[in-house]
């Protein structure tokens, strides 16, 4: 890769830059993570799990031969030299079956984490990489599924904490011999471009040396230290990209497809949609001490999401960043690394706008992308997808044409083996410690949460139906006086309301930039109702279209589909993926045909939301149906009048941009019609453009 001339020189220096300004403690976060297996999820998020551990990401470890034949385990299956397919995979299990407490899950955790960590060579390298072919990038995700192991499991501790010091011991001698593994030097196996992923995604390795830092420092604080700093001095630091001279010098606030090849090839590191550098600046403030990066960390998540964010709350991303044409992909891999960086975000600097975009990417992008079932998956997802299909031409960067269709690996596998840390870290990242005497509800979802403050041990239990209902409803049992907090969305409206006990309902406080709402309970049990007004709201989007939300969910035209099929996928070499004979009979390939029209505007002002069961509003224990991301299955939807237009297909494939202003007009009579929950709508049409319907 080549280093980009508006980079400064210290990126590309040996020098001591960082070093002279080193501190010898770490900024704390807003709020302290809870420990892996604290919080249990119950109601449709639990049914969402389950069904992971059900299909793919559950069997995974069965027959997909990245996971189950990987070079990590001892074999010699990889879909590229990256090595990153089974590190991928641990990094999403290990929250799964800690969260579901699923024994078959454990031991698949457990019997492969034993084989990498005996494998741990005698100078502390982990994993299959040898000689001149070590890259430090494949175990950044798998050191964050260990670190998840070390805190859920007590027999597992010792043994990772220590595997890592080694590997920290060996990192650092590395980094002190010309950045080796790190950075591409003449006779290295792997080329410049693949030692690009580990400089850009450095912060996800700075995150294990920091988790050890604070926990399990073992006499190493310094060493840890030196190597956040070493892969600061040389990394590929997003700080550097979310300025106002790179950023838009580099015109990434236009459609990258209508810029220079060489200006974008030459970024192609930052501007791959699954590296996702939100998080970056918060984690590097921690050991630089440099408060300027919580402007840098908010300037990135505005900035990505106004010029290529989707409605829907993911990053759109065809492997590369595009712009906002509704066509355009995002990959699932994208969604789901969206979501934690920005459920890190708010655990770290306290914003909850950071807290509504991981519920909405969340609620919306993530279910979207899945059949119900949970057995096959997209590569990538446009805001507009009235088909998944085979397509005539491929309108994305670097997808092919059966990339919006679902299955084991439609496109590329990274997918496939990243995808299930979605709900997992969701879950994990739902409850947060404040201060040493509070407890806060940050993701709001159904779970319980047991854990330890200063004083006692408190559990905490929301029943809710929350995103579908808006009313959450506690259960407390406190072994002493603590502080609960409840993060209160952005879009509640103000006449949203508590009621503690028997009291009646009063107007919720406003809240401050975190969002939480404190509540000083006793000792013993207490029961807490928090109801949040939520209205009908639209944002604008490109080309006089709008996204339509109620509360965190965003709503689309339902595009009925007709004629699913299964579909015989032409893999290039089924050898690649699955052993010889074995293919388990619930991963199959489908296509999802539209029957019904999708070229439709919307009159806005006609908009009307009607719940399907009136008990899903006032019970927040109302039984959901499962798999409630399932069509037909959300219990709302809303109705407004529309009438189809004429609107093209892009390279004969898909739908363009829509008509604006004078071209605009109805071709047909003025009906209702349907707008669903986006997760649950495999086909649909989540920009619309507006028009003016005349009352009879």
Not at 225 to 237: A, K, R, V
Not at 375 to 381: D, E
Not at 654 to 673: F, I, L, M
Request: with cysteine; aromatic share 12%; hydrophobic share 35%.
């Amino acid at each position: 890769m080549k280093i980009p001339p508006w980079l400064p020189a210290f990126v590309t220096s040996s020098g001591t830059s960082f070093k002279a300004h080193m501190h010898t403690s770490l900024v704390p976060l807003a709020f302290d993570p809870l420990p892996l297996g604290s919080i249990s999820p119950s109601g449709w998020l639990k049914d969402q799990m389950q069904l992971m551990a059900d299909g793919l990401a559950g069997h995974e470890h069965d027959f997909f031969n990245y996971v189950a034949h990987s070079s990590w385990l001892g074999q010699d299956m990889e879909y590229s030299d990256l090595n990153e397919g089974f590190p991928y995979w641990f990094n999403g299990l290990v929250p799964l079956a800690y969260g579901l407490d699923d024994a078959r899950l454990k031991q698949q955790v457990h019997s492969s984490a034993q084989i990498v960590l005996d494998r741990q060579t005698s100078d502390g390298w982990i994993g299959p990489e040898t000689g001149a072919a070590r890259n430090f990038w494949a175990r950044y995700p798998f050191f964050l599924g260990l670190t998840q192991l070390a805190e859920a499991n007590g027999t597992w501790t010792q043994p990772v904490v220590s595997a890592l010091h080694r590997f920290n011991q060996l990192m650092h001698d590395m980094m002190a011999a010309n950045y080796t593994g790190y950075v591409y030097h003449e006779g290295d196996l792997m080329n410049a471009d693949g030692y690009s992923w580990g400089r850009v995604r450095s912060q996800d390795m700075m995150i294990t040396l920091q988790w050890l830092f604070e926990h399990h420092p073992e006499n190493q604080s310094q060493l840890l230290l030196d190597n956040m700093q070493s892969l600061h001095e040389q990394g590929l630091n997003w700080e550097d990209w979310y300025n106002q001279a790179a950023y838009f010098g580099q015109g990434m606030d236009k459609d990258l497809n209508l810029l220079d090849s060489n200006l974008t090839q030459d970024n192609y590191a930052f501007e791959h949609g699954v590296n996702d550098g939100l998080k970056a600046a918060a984690v590097v403030r921690r050991f630089t001490h440099n408060n300027s990066l919580v402007q840098t960390a908010m300037d990135g998540v505005n900035w990505t999401m106004m010029y290529h964010g989707a409605a829907s709350g993911t990053i759109l991303a065809d492997e590369r960043l595009v712009g906002l044409s509704p066509y355009s992909g995002s990959e699932l891999c994208t969604s789901v690394e969206t979501m934690y960086s920005l459920s890190y975000l708010y655990q770290a600097i306290g914003i909850s706008s950071y807290a509504d975009k991981a519920e909405l990417a969340a609620f919306n992008s993530l279910p979207a992308m899945l059949t119900p079932d949970w057995w096959a998956h997209q590569y990538v997802q446009a805001p507009n997808q009235p088909y998944d299909q085979n397509l005539t031409e491929t309108p994305f960067y670097n997808t092919n044409t059966w990339g919006t269709t679902f299955g084991l690996e439609p496109n590329y596998p990274c997918c496939t083996v990243n995808h299930p840390q979605g709900w997992p870290k969701f879950l994990s990242n739902s409850y947060a410690k404040v201060g040493r005497h509070g407890l806060a509800h940050v993701l709001l979802s159904p779970g319980s949460v047991k854990t330890r403050l200063a004083r006692g041990n408190e559990a905490v239990s929301c029943q809710t139906a929350y995103p579908f209902s808006d009313i959450l409803s506690y259960s407390v049992v406190a072994e002493s006086p603590f502080d609960f907090h409840i993060r209160i969305p952005d879009w509640a409206g103000s006449d949203s309301s508590i009621s503690i006990g028997n009291e009646p309902a009063a107007p919720l406080s406003p809240a401050p930039s975190s969002g939480l709402h404190r509540i000083s309970l006793p000792k013993g049990k207490s029961a807490v109702r928090v109801t949040l007004a939520s209205s009908i709201r639209t944002h604008a989007r490109a080309n006089e279209t709008i996204a339509v939300y109620k509360g965190a969910l965003l709503y689309a035209l339902e595009v009925k589909n007709a004629n699913t099929s299964t579909i015989p996928r032409p893999y290039d070499d089924p050898d690649t993926y699955l052993p010889e004979g074995y293919a388990p009979p619930q991963s199959r390939d489908w296509q999802y045909h539209n029957a019904g029209a999708w070229n439709m505007a919307i009159d806005p002002t006609t908009l009307a939301y009607h719940s399907a069961n009136n008990a899903v509003q006032g019970s927040a224990a109302h039984q959901l149906a499962n798999p409630i991301f399932a069509p037909d299955a959300p219990p709302g939807y809303m109705t407004a009048m529309g009438c189809e237009i004429d609107w093209s297909l892009y390279l004969g494939s898909v739908p363009g941009y829509p008509p604006t202003g004078g071209n605009k007009k109805c071709v047909g009579q003025a009906r209702e019609v349907r707008l669903v929950p986006y997760g649950s709508a495999k086909t649909h049409m989540a920009e619309l453009p507006v028009t003016k319907i005349a009352r009879e």
